[in-house]
């Protein structure tokens, strides 16, 4: 089993063509709904790769927490030990899509900030082998890296913008002793404070005490640091439509083939191939199943 831990969002997208001014409106062209939460994403990609995936979150008691929670369970997740928060709304991420593809996002984390580092029990964790954070949370973190050492589970983290933002003393305590820590070239150079990736990347494989260090690079692909050693593996070319999603979709890749055994370039390669596959579709859940990499792959 794979539990992740982190956001489950209602994601709310509206095409417009214009944005509205003080007390104005104006008519959306388009509406598309769907499940969010880079950690929920992140479960419902394992669940597609074939493995045991588990939720560790929270939700409101409202539809929409019900929603989203039974949208997971249909994609396979196990939610039993998601947390239900009194009082407050689950969280929904309204997203104004402008036709040329720019977005402006709004977010209301809600009850997502109900979970907190007395909820991670061991008792959640039975049968997990490895534990993914999706969060910028690092009280959370830290929790997680003490179940994972106490059960012998491996553990990743994805802390996204927001752990980013705290900057490299934060950011390298949060991480200290991670198997595998995920980042975008963003939020690496923002935590590196570097002007390119490549120093980004040569000064937090020396800062940052962890088993793996993995960045990807948007169209360019991904870069994986891990005993000294640098490796760069090309994206490869597809039509992108929607990248929503993309870094989930890899990393819940790269962590299969990881828990498989595989080498560093194996899940490199692997993880560009499942993300390359999600971009070409709308909606942040639409990574592949295993085969369906499999398949890109030999094609
Ligand atoms: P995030 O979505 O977290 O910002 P990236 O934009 O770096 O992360 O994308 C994650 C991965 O998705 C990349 O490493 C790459 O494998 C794949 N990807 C993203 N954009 C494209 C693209 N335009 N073409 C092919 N692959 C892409």
Request: with cysteine; hydrophobic share 45%.
């Amino acid at each position: 089993i794979v539990a992740s831990i982190g956001n489950l969002n209602f994601d709310i997208y509206l095409k417009v063509s214009e944005l509205p001014g003080p007390d104005e409106n104006v008519e959306a062209l388009d509406l598309y709904t769907g499940g969010g939460g880079s950690a929920a994403n992140f479960a419902v990609a394992i669940a597609k790769m074939g493995l045991s995936a588990r939720f560790i979150g929270a939700v409101g008691e409202d539809p929409l927490g019900e929603i989203s929670l039974r949208e997971l369970r249909a994609e396979g997740v196990d939610v039993s030990f998601v947390k239900r928060v009194r009082g407050v709304r689950s969280g929904v991420v309204v997203v104004l899509v402008h036709p040329d593809g720019v977005k402006r996002m709004v977010s209301y984390r809600g009850a997502n900030l109900g979970l907190t580092p007395a909820d991670l029990t061991v008792d959640k964790f039975a049968g997990v082998k490895h534990i993914h954070l999706a969060t910028g949370r690092t009280e959370l973190i830290l929790k997680a890296k003490e179940i994972a050492r106490e059960i012998g589970a491996s553990i990743s983290v994805d802390g996204g913008t927001a752990l980013a933002r705290k900057g490299l003393e934060i950011v390298r305590a949060a991480v200290e002793g991670v198997d595998v820590v995920f980042m975008n070239h963003v939020e690496a150079q923002l935590v590196a404070n570097a002007g390119d990736h490549k120093s980004a990347v040569e000064k937090l494989a020396r800062e940052l005490k962890v088993g793996e260090l993995v960045v990807t690079l948007g169209p360019i692909g991904a870069v994986a640091f891990k005993n000294g050693r640098l490796l760069h593996v090309d994206a490869f070319k597809v039509n992108a439509v929607d990248t929503t999603g993309a870094g989930d979709c890899f990393a819940a890749a790269y962590i299969t083939m990881y828990l498989r055994g595989r080498d560093l370039y194996e899940r490199l390669l692997f993880a560009n191939a499942a993300a390359a596959i999600k971009v070409t579709r709308p909606s942040a859940r639409a990574s592949p199943r295993y085969d369906e990499v499999v398949a890109f792959l030999e094609s």
